[in-house]
């Protein structure tokens, strides 16, 4: 076999892999303008934030050791004689270690490098951390911006993770905020040994509730973690005025953990985010797609279908769109990730159909006051 | 409430409108090629689309780039490279530390393996068998026409080092081949 006809092979098996991708997706800008990019974006403010942070870390003396125990390298379960965690430590292990593994698996798939995370600073390890430190992690948090409370104000606060020196594996250190009306932290990222890490984080808070950041650190072996208070529970009492009913409550606290989690739309891979067109947008959610129905679906084979999502126009500034299949032998959609009034998403959708069942795609809408779901037939016989 | 990622975009400057015009050209003429390259080296439609992503969104920001039509092909090309890269960065960590996990929800199409022909089939992997150098300028090679100096720009080797991964993956390629061919023709005889 010479050159060129090894060339021609391997040209038209790409060809093949990318099949009906031909067309290249809208341009929207602004999907464009906050995608991360080149790990490089992020880097002109990260070393001033460091300072920073590391400063009023000192300051503000909310740290939590966290303990690595050394079973990650020889892949237990737990250590039962490993060293005490600190009180605020959580430490979740999976009853079996496939599983673990598996969800490990994912998160690392799933998460990317630090440097390529907007709202990510990357620095070294002092070697006085670093003697300190060897191979266990600090996690603590810069909250001094949130000095006197407010309902429905929007705080920004830094959460920072050192990690020893180790030859243990990188785990994936998810941040979030909870107990808040709403708020986000950076995307998951993979934390490795002998750095350090300041995650970007913000909040709107709710009367009388003492919001949280947490910091998750996934490993193979399980999960461990902390939290922080982001106010003083003392200085930040309820206000009968502003306090909501407790389905209320448990509704904003579902959004917020939805908006928490939800990545932009535009990172998530499948999922193309444009601006909607003028005869796209209607009062009430438009739900679709030029795949379906399909016709007379053949039981146990594999389709692929975009669906279509266009939020109503008088959505919620950021709702979390989640689609889930039912009535089918197998299926499952990119996503969830956050959408916007004004912008309409392709989802890119994978389903097998089972025998005599039409399968349904449910459209499942997180917002500030509920969640609505709306069904979407996938076939016809 | 505007998530962080987006704030920190609208405090960079945007391109001007001729940049917008020159973006909008480049997007239409190079999505498709960066797309392909990117499929070659990650084998793997979302993350390729992924990777093609971040590197217009990288162009996107960098006008000074966007001015030389030259210069934005070499910037997208090293992106794509570099976003390839990464994204085999993290399937290597998974893999290192679990081993092969397998997971049916991530299984690909149950429809794709009839799509590509045997040889197809056999071109593929002997290529993604080859070591990370080797694969890279191949497929650079072969999926986007260029030259080895354009190929050791795009992925930052010197042109020698170039010449030498091209020649031995070639000779890698070619065995590996001709052995499928000789299976596939024992097994049809």
């Given at each position: 076999m010479n050159d060129v006809e090894i060339k021609s092979l391997i040209n038209s098996a790409v060809d093949v892999e990318l099949g009906g991708h031909r067309t290249a997706p809208p341009i929207d800008r602004a999907a464009l303008a906050g995608r991360s990019g080149p790990a490089h974006a992020v880097r002109l403010w990260s070393v001033p934030l460091l300072a920073a942070s590391v400063a009023v870390l000192l300051a503000v003396g909310a740290m939590l050791a966290i303990t690595l125990?050394?079973?990650?390298?020889?892949?237990?379960?737990?250590?039962?004689?490993?060293?005490?965690?600190?009180?605020?430590?959580?430490?979740?292990?999976?009853?079996?270690?496939?599983?673990?593994?598996?969800a490990y698996a994912e998160a690392v798939a799933g998460a990317r490098e630090a440097t390529e995370v907007p709202g990510v600073s990357v620095g070294g390890v002092s070697a006085r951390d670093a003697a300190r430190l060897k191979d266990t992690g600090l996690i603590s948090g810069d909250i001094s911006s949130i000095t006197d409370p407010e309902p429905g104000k929007t705080y920004s606060f830094t959460l920072s993770y050192i990690a020893g020196p180790s030859d243990d594996p990188p785990m994936v250190l998810t941040t979030e905020v909870q107990d808040v009306a709403s708020g986000s932290c950076a995307q998951p990222f993979l934390a490795r040994p002998?750095?350090?890490?300041?995650?970007?984080?913000?909040?709107?808070?709710?009367?009388?509730?003492?919001?949280?950041?947490?910091?998750?650190?996934?490993?193979?072996?399980?999960?461990?973690?902390?939290?922080?208070?982001?106010?003083?529970?003392?200085?930040?009492?309820?206000?009968?005025?502003?306090?909501?009913?407790?389905?209320?409550?448990?509704?904003?606290?579902?959004?917020?953990?939805?908006?928490?989690?939800?990545?932009?739309?535009?990172?998530?891979?499948?999922?193309?985010?444009?601006?909607?067109?003028?005869?796209?947008?209607?009062?009430?959610?438009?739900?679709?797609?030029?795949?379906?129905?399909?016709?007379?679906?053949?039981?146990?084979?594999s389709y692929r279908l975009t669906l279509i999502y266009v939020p109503p126009q008088d959505a919620p500034a950021v709702s979390v769109l989640a689609v889930r299949f039912e009535d089918v032998a197998a299926g499952r959609c990119a996503g969830p990730f956050r959408v916007r009034p004004a912008h309409a998403y392709s989802i890119r959708c994978q389903v097998t159909f089972r025998a005599g069942a039409e399968g349904i795609a449910y459209y499942k809408v997180t917002g500030p006051h509920g969640a609505e779901t709306t069904g979407l037939s996938l076939s016809s016989p | 409430m505007d998530s962080i990622a987006g704030r920190l975009a609208v405090d960079r400057p945007g391109p001007d409108p001729g940049g917008d015009r020159a973006f909008d050209a480049l997007y239409r003429t190079q999505w498709w090629p960066m797309l392909r390259l990117a499929q070659g080296l990650v084998d793997d439609v979302s993350s390729a689309e992924d990777v093609v992503q971040d590197a217009f969104a990288g162009l996107y920001r960098n006008p000074g780039v966007l001015a030389d039509s030259q210069a934005s092909a070499r910037y997208l090309r090293a992106s794509v490279v570099n976003g390839a890269r990464s994204a085999l960065r993290r399937r290597r960590t998974v893999r290192t530390w679990l081993g092969q996990v397998r997971d049916s929800e991530h299984a690909p199409p149950a429809d794709e393996p009839s799509l590509r022909s045997a040889g197809q089939e056999a071109a593929r992997r002997a290529l993604a068998a080859l070591p990370s150098r080797q694969r890279e300028v191949l497929t650079l090679r072969f999926l986007a026409d260029l030259t080895d100096s354009e190929i050791a720009d795009a992925t930052g080797m010197s042109a020698g080092h170039v010449r030498s991964a091209a020649s031995r993956g070639l000779a890698t390629l070619r065995g590996t081949l001709a052995g499928h061919l000789r299976d596939t023709e024992g097994g049809l005889s």
């Open positions: 125990n050394r079973d990650q390298r020889s892949n237990r379960v737990s250590n039962p004689a490993g060293p005490t965690p600190s009180a605020s430590l959580s430490r979740s292990t999976y009853p079996d270690l496939e599983a673990a593994q598996r002998g750095h350090s890490y300041v995650i970007r984080c913000q909040a709107m808070l709710m009367a009388g509730v003492t919001g949280k950041g947490t910091v998750t650190l996934r490993t193979p072996t399980g999960t461990m973690g902390g939290s922080m208070n982001l106010t003083d529970p003392a200085k930040y009492p309820a206000s009968p005025s502003t306090s909501s009913s407790p389905g209320q409550a448990e509704a904003a606290r579902e959004y917020a953990l939805a908006v928490a989690t939800a990545p932009e739309a535009s990172t998530v891979a499948g999922v193309v985010d444009r601006p909607a067109g003028p005869d796209e947008q209607h009062p009430g959610d438009t739900v679709g797609s030029p795949d379906i129905p399909v016709r007379a679906p053949e039981p146990g084979r | -």
